[in-house]
């Protein structure tokens, strides 16, 4: 009597979205929500791949493009350009930071064979910033290694630097629910 094994396969789940026409890939773990593109308020004296800010239900939340952190031709924001809002760790806490993207394409479960090594050449994109490749079909996803990419001391002093939300100002009590906001 033969007794069959079943291997288990884990496999994971990734948001895809593109950048510049080209495809990437981000563990949908660390995607908290997508939103629409918003106003992003410019932030002075920041690098120029960090966009500015938004406000997220009350909380100051940093936007970076990574078309320009990764040198990829810029394109002008349209109706499916949107805001992935993603977690990432930055010096043992947790960051909340919105990527912009042309567009979002899809969720794709990946198993680990799906997943190639990146190459040394060919990406424009600094393999440190690179998980890996998966596989769709006949072609690849730049799957990002998102803590790496959005790893920097400008990123923190964006989100820290910002002025306390209403809603923490009310839970400090320095403004009272209906007093208007002094300017």
Do not use: H
């Amino acid at each position: 009597m033969e007794i069959k094994v079943k291997e288990e396969v884990i496999q994971q789940q990734y948001l895809t979205f593109f950048l510049a026409d080209e495809e990437y890939a981000i563990n949908i773990q660390r995607v908290k929500e997508i939103t629409e593109y918003t106003t992003v308020t410019k932030v002075p004296k920041v690098l120029e791949w960090i966009r500015g800010v938004i406000n997220l239900r009350g909380n100051v939340v940093p936007v970076v493009d990574l078309t320009v952190r990764f040198g990829l031709e810029e394109r002008p924001v349209t109706k499916t350009t949107c805001i992935v809002i993603v977690e990432v760790e930055q010096d043992s806490e947790r960051t909340v930071i919105g990527v912009i993207a042309d567009a979002v394409n899809q969720v794709i479960d990946l198993a680990p064979k799906d997943i190639e090594e990146p190459p040394a050449f060919g990406t424009r994109v600094r393999l440190e910033y690179l998980f890996g490749m998966g596989k769709l079909g006949k072609k690849f996803a730049l799957i990002l290694n998102i803590d790496s990419v959005l790893n920097n001391t400008e990123l923190l002093t964006v989100s820290t630097l910002q002025a306390p939300t209403v809603d923490a100002r009310m839970d400090a009590g320095e403004i009272t629910e209906g007093q208007p906001e002094a300017t």
